[in-house]
């Protein structure tokens, strides 16, 4: 999963309660991008970062925030997590510089109860 | 492992057999186009790339051919693998500077024995 770790992998909350994923990298990407995956729906942007504090919303926005201290991890926070945003969040990097592959980690599932 | 899509289209073929795979993009202003394979369980994994200035790429056993003219993208893999079913995964990228990918519902391919 070219050097791009999610934690955690599995993850049951009830609603109400604040969640927060990590994704960390050791490739030294300039862009990390979260994406959610429901079936029906493949795969959504939720924000994606372009720089150390630098992010912008993607399409499916509402509902998260996200931050990013350091090149190497990308945080995405559901303040107050719902039954809709059960999913399976997946986060991605790319290198940018005319370099446009995204490279994907493992995954997170996620069920809002 | 997850879902992916409960009423994905698939391509049912033999072992053996070349597998094409089609995708319908819809901006005609998009300029990168990007090929990914997912398996139950885990990240999506890139396979192959192509940018609008080409209309056909090789990779190792499979090809992708853009049609600009009818905003159509191809996937062909040559004489198809078991390890080969999954699901396929097209996106498209219109502007390079803005690094985001907007991808496809999928298509899921089985291999018979």
């Known amino acids: 999963d070219a050097g791009i770790t999610q934690s955690p992998r599995h993850k049951v909350t009830e609603t109400g309660t604040p969640v927060t994923l990590r994704c960390h990298q050791t490739?030294?990407?300039?862009?990390m991008y979260w994406y959610r995956q429901d079936p029906g729906h493949g795969l959504r942007l939720i924000h994606y970062?372009?720089?150390?504090?630098?992010?912008d919303k993607g399409e499916v926005s509402d509902g998260y925030s996200v931050s990013r201290s350091k090149t190497e991890d990308f945080l995405l926070t559901l303040e107050s997590a719902t039954s809709s945003q059960t999913s399976v969040y997946f986060c991605?990097?790319?290198?940018?510089?005319?370099?446009?592959?995204?490279?994907f980690g493992p995954g997170t599932r996620l069920t809002v109860t | 492992g997850e879902s992916v899509g409960l009423h994905l289209p698939t391509l049912s073929v033999q072992e053996g057999d070349n597998s094409i795979i089609n995708c319908a993009y819809s901006n005609s202003a998009s300029d990168y186009f990007i090929w990914y394979k997912q398996e139950s369980g885990k990240g999506p994994q890139f396979i192959i790339d192509i940018r609008s200035n080409m209309d056909k790429r090789q990779g190792q056993r499979v090809t992708v051919l853009l049609n600009k003219t009818v905003k159509h993208l191809s996937l062909q893999i040559a004489a198809t693998q078991p390890g080969d079913s999954a699901v396929y995964f097209c996106a498209e990228m219109s502007g390079g500077s803005s690094y985001k990918l907007i991808f496809g519902s999928g298509t899921r391919l089985l291999v018979r024995p």
């Open positions: 490739e030294n990407h300039r862009y």
């Open positions: 991605a990097i790319s290198e940018g510089q005319g370099a446009y592959e995204q490279y």
């Open positions: 970062s372009y720089g150390v504090k630098d992010t």
